[in-house]
């Protein structure tokens, strides 16, 4: 997922995908605390895309502040 990919999406579509993201991160934090953790790089991938859905929530927030 890149930040242009995200940019394209409206308000709505981002909240829906951060909290897919949120529920996913969840759920691999505890296959990580019982020890069933598969693919621990997943853990960081949803960490960072978390924060890009973030970012670009954030700047959408702040253009219609500006406006």
Excluded at 32 to 49: A, F, I, M, N, S
């Amino acid at each position: 997922m890149d930040a242009q990919e995200l940019r394209s999406k409206s308000e709505s579509d981002l909240r829906e995908q951060l909290s897919g993201l949120l529920k996913e991160q969840f759920s691999l934090r505890m296959q990580k605390g019982t020890g069933q953790l598969v693919t621990p790089h997943e853990l960081r991938r949803v960490r960072r895309d978390i924060a890009r859905v973030k970012t670009v929530l954030n700047e959408k927030s702040s253009k219609g502040n500006a406006a």
